[in-house]
């Protein structure tokens, strides 16, 4: 897909899934903003890539970044992408406030946030076809009860992102869901921090379950994107987008 002259946003660009994301709309001609806080894998990127700093969780933030993008896009938005996240797992008989408030202010609250501050910009823009994408997790659609925070603020991403396709009117807006997906979220957590080997032993010991015996490259995930911002996709809307290698057929 061409999308010169598109003007788009990527939070989470910094890394994995949404840095995948950026560099697909650069090869394709766009101009991006992309959010994060290390910028160290973006280096490779070029011109058309607008590094912004902003902590997703501030709501303060969020605000000024919006004003950023507004002004640096001349008030238009073609597209935007919302891949910032961290996996917080919680068992179901721990829950304390504040996990609870990390992960509805990193997992709900700026797809929320982002995306009602930006509708003038996006319904402004010059392609006449702005689609949001949230960046969800297969987790929306299974009961894990040792990772139930995750799970409920990804489900409830998922019914956002349809309430949003049935209000705003002439904006497409999509969830895709991640099944395991090859990228540095597994080594965030510091608390159970893995070698590259034990990292590898895991992917492989879950590539015997999934269906297509694999997990999955980011690139994948961004080529999604790619075709729901195509005309080809022109018609859907609303729609939470699986891309698991067969994973949720167990459940
Ligand atoms: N990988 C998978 O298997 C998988 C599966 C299902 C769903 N997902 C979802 O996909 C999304 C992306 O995950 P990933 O695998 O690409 O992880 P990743 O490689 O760890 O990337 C996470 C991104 O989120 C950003 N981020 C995290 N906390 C932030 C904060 N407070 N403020 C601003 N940015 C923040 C990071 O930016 P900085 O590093 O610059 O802070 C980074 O760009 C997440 O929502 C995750 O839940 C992933």
Known sequence: MNFQNYKVLVAGSTSGIGLAIAKMFIEHGATVIGLGRNFERTKELGKQYIPCKCD??????????????????????DVFVDSAGLGVKQPVDDVPVERFDLAINLLLRHHILFTSQL???????????????????AASRSIES??????????????YAKQLAKGLHGVRSFTISPGTIATPIFDRDKNAHRTPEQIQAMFD????????Q????PSEVADLVEFLCSPDASYMTGTDCLIDGGIMTQF
């Open 214 to 217: 694999r997990v999955a490259d």
């Open 146 to 159: 040792d990772n139930i925070l995750y799970g409920l603020c990804k489900t409830a991403c998922n019914l």
């Open 56 to 77: 997703v969780t501030d709501a303060d933030q969020i605000t000024a970044t919006v004003e950023f993008v507004k002004k640096t896009f001349d008030n238009k938005l």
């Open 119 to 137: 509708v003038d910009a996006l319904r402004s823009c010059d392609s006449k076809d702005p689609v949001v994408v949230h960046i969800s997790s």
């Open 205 to 212: 010991q879950l590539s015997k379950a999934i269906p297509c």
